[in-house]
């Protein structure tokens, strides 16, 4: 039983960007290596941010509740600012590499969130046992799905507000990266954070398709099979 969990949730959790992945960037060596710059980058923010609250907490009364209460979620917002700010220097401005860079930064975001929990879903241990909900592991890999994907979105909408100086979208990014990351204080209450974040993903998807070039057309030519144009570029002679 917690083989068939473990390897449920991971395939929950990194199964839609491994797929990504496989497709449409394994055969492209600079498009692997726009991949690993974003994942790169993604650290890099993490490590700023984790020394932000590390020293804050140091310096901070330990035994406030509240006092580590704010620093966790200033930790949170200080995370998603820095997080925002450093994918500029992991793209140009080219659709495709920031998609790749959106990417990486999901991957990398995603391992960090469920790599233990993954561990953990192995065993010994039952989940649920003491009256806690038994969807922690299940509710953490659509979480990190969601959370990968986002990323994604997120990386296409803020870079044409930045190229075309719409504010407006680069807000809207910012703004709902925090919204998704502060939903996760919800938990246990995980319809209370996962419908809202799926919602989220769900508008951003649909803005960074239209952002990106996508129209209903194209998308109906592309899952009819039929865009030869699509064809074409995924030709490879045999």
Same mark, same amino acid.
């Given at each position: 039983? !917690?083989?068939?969990?473990f390897?449920g949730c991971?395939f929950?959790?990194f ?11 394994a ?6 290596i726009?991949?690993?710059a974003?994942a790169?980058?993604w ?5 700023m941010a984790s020394?932000?609250?590390f020293i ?9 509740? &509240?006092?580590?209460k ?5 930790g949170?917002v ?6 925002? !700010?450093f994918?500029?220097?992991a793209s ?10 959106g ?14 929990i ?5 065993g010994p241990?039952?989940v ?5 909900s038994q969807h922690?592991?299940l509710? &953490?890999?659509?979480? !990190? ?10 990386g ?7 190229e075309?100086?719409r504010?407006?979208?680069?807000a809207?990014?910012v ?8 939903? !996760?204080?919800q938990?246990?209450q995980?319809? &209370?954070?996962l419908?809202?974040?799926?919602v989220?993903?769900f508008f951003m998807?649909?803005?960074a398709?239209?952002t990106?070039?996508g129209s ?7 899952l009819?099979c039929k865009d030869?144009?699509?064809l074409?570029?995924n030709h490879?002679?045999?």
């Open positions: 039983m !917690t083989a068939a969990v390897f991971t929950i959790a199964g839609p960007a491994v797929s990504l992945f496989l497709f449409t960037i055969r492209e060596p600079l498009r692997v726009f991949l690993i974003g790169f980058f650290l890099v923010s993490l490590l020394l932000v609250w804050s907490v140091q310096i901070s009364n330990k035994e406030s509740v &509240s006092q580590q704010g620093l966790l979620i200033f949170v200080l995370s998603v600012l820095l997080q925002e !700010t994918p500029a220097s140009s401005h080219h659709t495709d590499s920031i998609l790749l860079s990417l990486g930064f999901g991957f990398m975001s995603g391992a960090f969130s469920v790599v233990n993954l561990a953990d879903s192995v241990g039952t649920g046992i003491h009256g806690d922690y592991f509710s &953490s890999a659509f979480m !990190t799905m969601a959370i990968i994907l986002l990323h994604m979105f997120w296409i909408i803020f870079f044409d507000g930045c075309k100086q504010w407006l979208a680069v809207a990014v703004a709902s990266h925090l919204l998704v990351s502060c939903l !996760t204080f938990n246990p995980y319809v &209370s954070s419908v809202p974040t799926y989220v993903m998807g649909v803005w398709f239209y990106a070039g209903l057309r194209n998308l109906k030519l592309c009819t030869k144009d699509f074409l570029a490879r002679p045999r």
